[in-house]
């Protein structure tokens, strides 16, 4: 195993840098609390294992020179690299970030607003209805062998038909990808929180009028509460609808990134 990787050293280190940069932006292994010797590790097994794969002819006129790997081209392939395995990871990012933003759009209502906390998956400070939601789509992406998929489907798929002079010749297709993947972002959460906003507004508006109609009741006082168990009830009967979208999701978006992927290789050849 060592002798083919001294062997093969440049290569090596290309494919590293993208299984690495893939492994520092991916949910879940980016948390600060997963040690960066067992990334760099599991970086390097994944190298080694995707290296026979790899397609770099177009490298060749860098690699075959006795030089090559110490020249400046050869750093800007290797930053190129890393900045492809960042592109995959950043999307994936995004997928997850829906979730998330789906449980910051009903939290409010429920009043779990001013209930944020430190999440360690999205690494920001998110109200607990949006680390709920990140849980469980994580939860349901390990489940359904989704990590499996994007390693072997996605990084090794993205070694064979992608590489640094393909991704600059097709940066504009790829800038407009990741425009409409922030675009499906906020429609996929809005799609997941509006039956629990609309139920909840509903709430509110009858809460309103009892309340005027009776003010010695002190109905705006006690819905909180009502609105709280409501709303996870809401989220209880949905729950099987909302692991169904979750692996829809991921379906849909692995599968539009692998078309692009072979979209920009296949279209500058």
Do not use: H
């Amino acid at each position: 195993m060592l002798d083919e990787i001294v062997s093969k050293a440049p290569l090596f280190l290309l494919v590293s840098a993208r299984c690495a940069a893939l492994l520092f932006t991916l949910p879940l292994f980016s948390m600060r609390t997963v040690p960066k010797a067992a990334k760099i590790a599991l970086a390097g097994y994944m190298a080694f294992f995707l290296m026979g794969s790899a397609d770099y002819s177009a490298y060749g006129a860098v690699l075959s020179v006795e030089d090559g790997a110490f020249s400046l081209y050869y750093i800007m392939l290797l930053a190129g690299e890393a900045l492809i395995g960042v592109i995959i990871g950043f999307f994936v990012s995004m997928i997850f970030a829906a979730f998330s933003t789906a449980g910051q759009f009903f939290a409010f209502q429920m009043g779990f607003s001013a209930a944020s906390a430190y999440d360690a998956l999205s690494q920001v400070e998110n109200p607990l209805m949006g680390q709920y939601l990140n849980l469980i789509a994580m939860l349901v992406f390990m489940q359904t062998q989704w990590f499996q998929k994007l390693f072997l489907k996605g990084l090794a798929g993205s070694l064979t038909s992608l590489n640094v002079f393909e991704l600059v010749s097709g940066r504009e297709r790829l800038v407009s990808f990741l425009l409409k993947g922030l675009s499906n972002l906020f429609a996929d959460a809005l799609l997941i929180a509006l039956p629990i906003m609309g139920t909840l507004l509903l709430i509110t508006v009858c809460t309103g009028l009892l309340s005027k109609a009776a003010p010695q009741m002190n109905l705006l006082s006690e819905g909180f509460p009502i609105m709280i168990l409501l709303a996870f009830l809401i989220i209880w009967l949905l729950f099987p609808s909302l692991c169904d979208f979750f692996i829809e999701s991921f379906s849909t978006g692995i599968d539009e990134l692998m078309q692009v992927i072979s979209d920009i290789g296949g279209g500058s050849q």
